[in-house]
């Protein structure tokens, strides 16, 4: 539901990116990005424990950056989150920011 409804928000032409990794016609992987013209912003993927064998997500984010690089784009973030598999590609920390926001009574 949550991802159906960014989708709906963000529409079909903008930097909200919805890919799969295929084998014949079976989906072993999916992934959602963002991408802006400097970078392809990692958010999520999934992947058919059925097709481990296959890595189907070390072959995800090979293709993202292959995608990355033809585009002329020299940073893939993994975003958030510290899992190994982040930094056996490389990934460097970087300090998060929080923006907190609040409007003022009477508005």
Known sequence: MFFGRLFELFGADVALKL???TVG????????????PDA???????VDPDARELSPGVLM???YVRR?????IRTLDFLRGDEPYKYEW???DHPIQ???VRRTEGR
Request: a positive charge; aromatic letters at 12%; glycine letters at 12%.
């Open 25 to 36: 016609d079976r989906r072993i992987a999916a992934g959602i990005s963002f991408e802006t």
């Open 40 to 46: 392809v912003l990692y958010y999520n993927a999934g």
């Open 90 to 92: 490389g990934a460097v």
């Open 61 to 63: 984010v090979e293709r």
């Open 19 to 21: 890919a799969f990794l």
């Open 98 to 100: 929080r923006l907190l």
């Open 68 to 72: 990355a690089l033809e585009r002329g």
